[in-house]
């Protein structure tokens, strides 16, 4: 079974940047779809982003603008680079794979922590 290994979280101030990596165990390039997701403490796991093998990327509405997927087939990674980050984007980062029979895999996620 594929595995999915997540970086890039940390503590940063409001208005910083960080930038997410997924690196999988096998070729993403047959994936249905990749996608970031994330929970808060006492709140329920929410769709951040996501990104279809067509490259076709969709985000919620909290992040649009200023949270950008991509990613690098090649090195098998999935990118989240969020920019303009507030306190409420704090939360447990989790990465999501779907294969092209609709089995869905995640990573074990990383913190990321925005001060006010």
């Known amino acids: 079974q594929v595995q999915l290994v997540e970086s890039g979280g940390g503590l940063v101030q409001a208005g910083g940047s960080l930038r997410l990596s997924c690196v999988a165990s096998?070729?993403?390039?047959?994936?249905?779809?990749m996608g970031w997701y994330r929970q808060a403490p006492g709140k329920q796991r929410e769709s951040v982003a996501t990104?279809?093998?067509?490259?076709?990327?969709n985000y919620a509405d909290s992040v649009r603008g200023r949270f950008t997927i991509s990613r690098d087939s090649a090195k098998n990674t999935v990118y989240l680079q969020m920019d303009s980050l507030k306190p409420e984007d704090t939360a447990v980062y989790y990465c999501?794979?779907?294969?092209?029979?609709?089995?869905?895999?995640w990573g074990q996620g990383t913190q990321v922590t925005v001060s006010s």
């Open positions: 096998r070729s993403i390039i047959s994936t249905r779809s």
């Open positions: 999501n794979r779907v294969d092209q029979w609709g089995s869905s895999v």
């Open positions: 990104i279809t093998g067509g490259d076709v990327t």
